[in-house]
């Protein structure tokens, strides 16, 4: 069997498929951006070689503050990792442990997933509107008149309110990954715990995370680089605004690509983006194997 | 890895072999039935006030030529910018459509300037007692024409004349000791005078613009936006100064910067606010809602170089033919006609003003529209919307500075400083 | 301490039960917008129920929206990406684990490499490639993008599942004469059903809420996708909001119908797919 299994046309034959859709509609277009990124170029004009100019630009041009979209971003990946897991994790764990109506519970919390962003977005509009808005409304209601604000509209509360809805819709998918490592643990090993007097906390310390780490791990891979590319929901609530205090590298490229014409800029910030993510998913792994 | 790397490379070739060497069948843009067959994209949604304009265009156009048929398609307009875009970047002319909307001004001019429109010359010649060459000058490039203006639009203070009663007003003020009379009025009996869409910077555009040029005139205006005069005139910031006056006396309401354009319309429509400037393309709502509405432009406020009859506008909407097009001759013949039909029946349902001469009953017509019509009549200078004027880069900086100004982050000084050191 | 215990379980039934209506608010949210006019939807009246059912909402976002054109085209584009990232990922994987050549861990690093790839980024490049092909306007502009956008997802979970299978199935198969198809074919394939479940519904996540392609790639109407759709129904000039309401319900609606029918079929796959993933 060995040899049927080591011979290269099969060995071909069956990776071709994949390697063609792969490399043509994920790689080839990395390598055309790259390309694209030392032009300056409208996208339909002729085009500049600038060498590593739109580079240089976008890490100094405080007028495109690529580094403070970058900033944004990564704290969007930190409150991801450190507020969006845990309470997937709590909610995980608190369902693991056969609850009443989990399986009600478990389907509902997976509901926002499914919904569209546009939906998602509007709602949240509609939440945050300064004059009907629920939260404000609410906040009125119980005397808080003083709290009440612009949310989206203010430089200094528009970043948090557009986190929330992003934390928010996908606690849902991260519990529902880290539910099904809670009840892949093997039931022996939780009795033979309580057996030996470990309270729940202990149970879920030392025995359920150290076993569904390889699915912790993954969560926080598909947090952080899920952070760093998360564009639909900022373009429907700021798109950027107000006064680029919310602006993401993605908002940012689209801005580029398509509304001011600036296709080698945004081809830059793709080329960046993709070499981001892909640090830190190397990253994630390389920290996890180091506990282990 | 060598091995692997030569594999992937070999793979790429193939993949780019094909995709060049692609001979599947090329339309001709013509039927089996010989029909000539034109390919319209626009952004007239289903809900969009302009679409009855163009099924109507359209169905005459196709009944008065038979043998042309007008396929057309409708985005949504913002990713309508992204896809026109991306067509104009695309490969292959069979993705591009015959006929396409565009925004005058710089829009159009970079796809000009990349040789991908048509230009109609030609086609305009037997037009030329139809339309006045004033309102081609926003796609008129290097002396050439190449878009047909669909609408005509101006920026008009639309007002509440029920809420103005309330505080002892019987018209539009229409000087400026007037307008803040008249607000203060507002302020102190509780009411919020103006609201502005922070959301969509265009719409505080609709603010600044007009108080730049009642400030500074037409001409300079002009130059400004086509790049041929520095934006550091003190006038600028000037008026800049007399916006953030305005919001700083409470005439703007405070919630305005987190909304969009359309849920500010709907507080004026709902009399939440006294005045609602925006494009003239209201109007029809406008003169639909249920209280007495008035109209009138923002007051002049410097008569040495400005005049009170001088407004932001001009015929920012517009259908252009692709150069690449199979059909040239058929499309630039039907998007010259089609272009005339589209703002004539915009105008009769009230959600344009006419570009073309009016040579059509029009007595059916809201009172609202005819005195925005005399308004448009009695215009001595235009100057088209700034982020449509100015080039796609230089109009996305401006448009992130007027937002700091609307987010009260730099004064006027701040304003002209910036602009003078990003655009010149 | 059973007291204690007591109410430590109604402070989490209280919790789960609180989270519970914060994600069923958008779906008691959507449904009622839609029966809403705009004076409604705009300030008066956002949140509660609608004062006057307006049904025709539904009619119109049906006559002039076309929505059920929009979500065949749906069904179709997802149906199609997903039997062909299966096949695709499926035939991958078996040579990333069963079949025996240098480098293949090299390989199945590369291919994660797209778990992380923006879908934003490649736009135009992809624009471009379709257009050379004549492909655009068509089902393939976009099954063909989401199928290789899907494929990471894919073979990491196929490759779970496939290490799973014991080799001594292969070798059996192998002794009775079956050829690499056939063993690939009759043993391995068969065995993977739990996988396609997994892999199905990570690509419908992927691909049924897609905008930015949908958009760009298709220009047809008659082609359009349901987020497309949805999104025309929006005007520059003047915007009426109740009927995109009601085309959101009729977007959104089947989804969470089937998702509910089939949750536990759903979440055991999920489950499983994250296991072995």
Known sequence: MNRMYSKKIHILIFLLPALALFCGVLIAPIGASAYYSLFDWNGFGPKTFIGFSNYKELFTSDAIGFLKALRNSLLLAALSVFLQLPLALGLALTLGKKIKGERLFLSVYFMPVLISTVVIGQLWLKIYNPDYGILNVFLRAIGLERWAKIWLGTKETALGAVFVPTLWQYVGYHMLLLYAGVKSVPPELREAAMLDGATDGQVNRFIVLPYIKPIIRISVIFAVTGSLKSFDLIYVLTNGGPLHATEVPSTLMINMLFLRNRYGMGSTIAVLLIVLCFGFALLISAIFREEE | ?424 | MNNNSKTARILIYIGLVFWLLVNLFPVYWMFTFSLKNNAEIFGENVVGLPHHWLWSNYASALKTGNMGRYFLNSAIVAVATILITLVVALMATFALTRLIWKRRKTLNKFFMLGLTIPIHASIVPVYVTLSRMHMLNTYWALIIPYAAFSLSMAILVCTGFMNEIPRDLDESACIDGCSVWGIFLRIIVPLMKPAVATVGIYTFLQCWNELMFANIFISKSALRTLPVGVQALSGQYTTEWGPIGAALVLATFPTLFIYIFLSKKIQESFIAGAIKG
């Open chain 2, 1 to 424: 890895m060598k091995k692997i790397l030569a594999l992937l490379l070999a793979l790429c070739m193939i993949f780019a072999l094909a995709a060049c060497g692609g001979t599947a069948a090329k339309t001709d843009g013509k039927t089996d039935g010989g029909e000539t067959v034109l390919k319209l994209w626009c952004i007239a949604t289903e809900s969009d006030a302009n679409r009855p304009a163009y099924l109507q265009a359209i169905a005459d156009y196709e009944a008065a030529h038979p043998g042309v048929k007008i396929e057309m398609e409708a985005f949504e307009n913002e990713s309508y910018k992204t896809k026109i875009k991306a067509a104009m970047m695309g490969g292959d002319t069979d993705d591009l459509p015959d006929i396409f909307f565009s925004w005058s001004g710089a829009f159009l001019g970079e796809f000009v300037n990349a040789g991908r429109v048509q230009c109609l010359d030609e086609n305009f010649k037997a037009y030329a007692d139809k339309i006045p060459e004033s309102m081609l000058s926003t796609t008129t490039y290097d002396g050439k024409h190449f878009g047909v203006p669909t609408t005509f639009n101006i920026v008009a203070m639309y007002a509440n004349m029920d809420m103005l009663a309330e505080v002892g007003w019987d018209h539009v003020p229409e000087t400026y000791e007037d307008l803040t009379a008249c607000c203060d009025a507002l302020v102190a009996a509780g009411k919020i005078p103006f609201g502005c869409a922070g959301k969509e910077t265009w719409c505080v555009t609709e603010y600044l613009e007009p108080i730049i040029i009642k400030t500074i005139g037409y001409q300079d205006l002009n130059k400004i936006f086509a790049g041929e005069a520095s934006w550091n005139d003190p006038d600028i910031a000037k008026s800049v100064d007399t916006l953030q006056d305005m919001i700083a006396k409470g005439y703007f309401d405070p919630n305005g910067a987190a909304l969009g354009n359309d849920e500010v319309k709907a507080n004026f429509l709902a009399g939440k606010t006294a005045f609602y400037q925006n494009g003239s393309w209201n109007t029809g709502e406008v003169a639909a809602a249920e209280f007495k509405s008035g109209v009138g432009l923002f007051p002049l406020m410097n008569a040495d170089r400005s005049s009170y009859n001088q407004t932001i506008g001009g015929p920012s909407d517009v259908l252009a033919v692709c150069s690449a097009s199979k059909n040239l001759e058929a499309a630039s013949a039907a998007a010259v006609e089609l272009g005339k039909e589209i703002c004539h029946y915009n105008f009769l349902n009230a959600v344009g003003m006419p570009a073309w001469a009016v040579d059509y009953d029009t007595s059916s017509l809201p009172p609202l529209l005819v005195d925005i019509g005399a308004l448009v009549n009695s215009c001595e200078g235009l100057v088209l919307f700034g982020d449509t004027a100015m080039a796609a880069d230089p109009a996305q900086i401006y448009l992130s500075y007027v937002a700091q100004v609307y987010g009260g982050a730099i004064d006027g000084e701040g304003f002209i400083a910036g602009l003078t050191k990003d655009i010149g």
